[in-house]
């Protein structure tokens, strides 16, 4: 386990929501926060000198242990308060592309896939549910019927 430094006030995250599509329609990679053990998606501080959507990839990479292709659309923002100040965190999908047997935060998370109605009710954090709601609302994961 590694030592944090606070959140600037103000501060601005960017997250990961890993996803892959299933015969069943698709599932979400959630992970546990390091504190209270909540099913979260992976954040952290936009790294300098990186996009949020490549900063978003580097953590899912660190916390959850996956890689793949990033959108560059942001799905959405949510606040979350921190060391007494409020930031923003914006939400980028990745369509999951490799999985990891180690990765650096292993020790200190847990991950699980669940079909995304799951995931919604799982989460620990309202913000990321609601980010969830809007990602299966949306047809960019879901299968085209009728070949179009």
């Known amino acids: 386990m590694f030592e944090r430094k606070p959140d600037p006030p103000g501060f601005r995250q960017s997250a990961a929501l890993p996803y892959r599509r299933t015969k069943g329609g698709c599932e979400v990679l959630l992970i546990t926060s390091r ?85 919604i009710t799982t989460a620990g954090d309202e913000g990321v549910a609601e980010i969830l709601r809007g990602f299966a609302a949306g047809k960019k994961w879901k299968k085209k019927k009728n070949g179009g």
């Open 35 to 119: 504190t209270n053990r909540r099913w979260i998606i992976p954040k952290g501080l936009i790294e300098p000198n990186m996009t949020a959507p490549q900063s978003a990839a580097l953590e899912a990479f660190e916390e959850a242990g996956v890689r793949g292709k990033m959108c560059d659309a942001c799905l959405g923002t949510y606040g979350v308060e921190k060391y007494g100040t409020q930031g923003t965190v914006e939400v980028y999908a990745m369509r999951v592309t490799e999985e990891l047997d180690k990765w650096p935060e292993q020790a200190d998370r847990q991950r699980q896939w669940l079909p995304i109605e799951q995931a």
